[in-house]
């Protein structure tokens, strides 16, 4: 299939944004109205499967803390991503705006920190504004008073961070050292102020390493397997084979798995070794054990793979507990320092993540398990406790919700809605009932083929290409795992049509194209 390489500049010339509309500043015109502004505490995770929650009905972990948000808040049932991947998910976040919009649709791209983010407009709204852990848009941070971040990925044990512009080693694990740095800067802000506090994790990203309280959870438990741990991709284009995100064939012994070699030095894990001492000889005594009765055991085909499923996902879900952990400590502080009332909590992650289902690890896709986002919100002024939305909603109307909330105009040109209406319970007639997804970047990683779609509340079409043109079509109320495309079928014929119209519609709407090229 020939590509036309029009690229984004050119794009955003021909529908009129230039480098003025990027760089020019969100309307700052407070209409708060009375009563004192909220504060905002952002949790942010990595990877965090929505189906990884036991608020959302997980059936292979239970997440006490975060059900608690949720308990005492909203839980949106269908929020989803833009785009499966770390930075253009982060980059729409901050902006409200698709990647072709803001200049990040994939993780090679770097974030123009000159362009307005809600952050850098609540600060001049008198905001304090901080952020702490996962950046991940190689760009120095724009827009806050105080940030303290994690380089690149950064590590899970013994992390470097970048204060200010100046990197020093911390001592300890990942995602209970960012909690504590939130919960610092927590108490020594200016109390005069309203503050927006970003609070980022790593966690659970690859490659999974647990913290040392939870390096024996699970242990004698099998975890259940997803119905689709084999699936066979009968039906599909292509693309779903192609891929390399399969735990049966790409996930690393040494790196995913953790089979560190017999007599192996430090250096064999660079992970490990960064490890003190006594960090080593934790792990060793969880890991060592099972790793020598899986060499003795000699495991082959769908014994072998299933071994490394149970791996993979008890690492992450412990990745995970300490998560879990973090929001409990923060949200009691929150309600003994006399905050809760005032604050708006919002928890979610960059993108969805797949935990076997589809025999895969990672993101990308526009299938459920990637492309849907936990989002809990608590908010006691205004949300009522045990709230559940169904609305269709997407990480880039975050930044309208913070402004929203902050009693800020929002500029005519972001293209996401503020969320505060939905999560007080009213209904907005006009909510979209479809939504936009495109992903980018290919040839990379995991091989994942381009491709973009339109997502209804029942349907769903994606169209691949650049060096593939594949069509798949699926009716996720009778094919919720969706395993049958009903794309090649005749009797679909019409329903195709419409949502090819209402896919070129939000093409339109969005300013997308699959021309564009990152």
């Known amino acids: 299939m020939k590509e036309n390489h029009y690229n984004r500049r050119d794009f955003l010339k021909n529908i009129g944004f230039g480098t003025v509309a990027l760089t020019a500043s969100w309307g700052i015109k407070s209409c708060a109205g009375e009563g004192k502004r909220p504060n905002f505490l952002f949790i942010f995770t990595d990877d965090h499967a929505a189906h990884a929650l036991s608020c959302y009905g997980s059936k292979i972990n239970r997440t006490p803390h975060l059900d608690r948000v949720a308990r005492e808040g909203v839980r949106f049932d269908n929020c989803f991503c833009t785009n499966s991947i770390c930075a253009p998910s982060r980059a729409g976040v901050l902006t409200g705006k698709y990647g072709h919009l803001n200049g990040v649709v994939d993780n090679k791209d770097t974030f123009d920190g000159s362009q307005r983010t809600f952050p850098k407009t609540l600060r001049k709204n008198g905001y304090q504004t901080a952020l702490v852990g996962k950046w991940h848009l190689k760009s120095t941070p724009t827009g806050f008073d105080y940030w303290n971040i994690l380089p690149g990925q950064g590590a899970y044990y013994n992390p470097d961070f970048v204060e200010m512009g100046k990197k020093r080693r911390h001592s300890g694990y990942v995602t209970e050292i960012i909690t504590d740095l939130t919960l610092d800067w927590l108490k020594n802000r200016d109390k005069k102020k309203p503050f927006c506090l970003m609070c980022h994790h790593k966690a659970p990203h690859r490659n999974w390493m647990p913290g040392p309280k939870h390096l024996h959870k699970y242990e004698g438990q099998a975890i259940p397997e997803p119905e689709t741990l084999f699936d066979s991709y009968a039906t599909r284009s292509p693309a779903a084979r192609e891929q390399e995100m399969t735990i049966a064939r790409h996930l690393r012994d040494k790196w995913d798995l953790k089979l560190k070699p017999p007599g192996a030095s430090p250096n064999w894990n660079r992970e490990y070794r960064r490890m003190s001492e006594e960090q080593r000889r934790a792990w060793d005594a969880a890991y060592e054990p099972k790793n020598r009765a899986f060499r003795e055991a000699s495991l082959k085909g769908e014994e072998r793979i299933r071994w490394k499923y149970q791996r993979y996902i008890k690492d992450y879900l412990r990745c995970v507990a300490s998560v879990d952990e973090s929001v409990g400590k923060i949200m009691d502080y929150l309600d003994s320092s ?33 492309l849907r986002l936990p989002l809990l919100m608590r908010y006691p002024r205004e949300i009522k406790p045990g709230s559940v939305n169904k609305n269709m909603v997407l990480n880039i109307d975050f ?110 709407q969005y300013g997308s194209s699959d021309e564009l090229t990152p």
């Open 338 to 370: 006399g905050l809760r009332e005032n604050t708006v909590v919002i928890y979610s992650s960059d993108q969805g993540f797949f935990l076997g289902d589809h025999g895969w690890f990672d993101k990308r896709w526009m299938y459920e398990e990637s």
């Open 399 to 508: 930044a309208p919700t913070f402004l929203d909330y902050a009693g800020i105009s929002l500029p005519e040109d972001i293209q996401g809605r503020s969320l505060r209406p939905l999560s007080k319970g009213k209904r907005v007639p006009d909510w979209r009932t479809s939504i936009y997804y495109h992903y980018y970047e290919y040839p990379a990683v995991h091989s994942v083929k381009r491709h973009y779609g339109i997502r209804t509340h029942r349907y769903k079409l994606i169209h691949y290409y650049y060096d593939i043109d594949a069509w798949e079509l699926y009716d996720l109320k009778n094919d919720p795992l969706e395993l049958l495309n009903l794309y090649p079928l005749p009797e679909y014929k019409d329903l195709v049509v419409q949502l090819k119209s209402e896919l070129e519609k939000l093409q339109k």
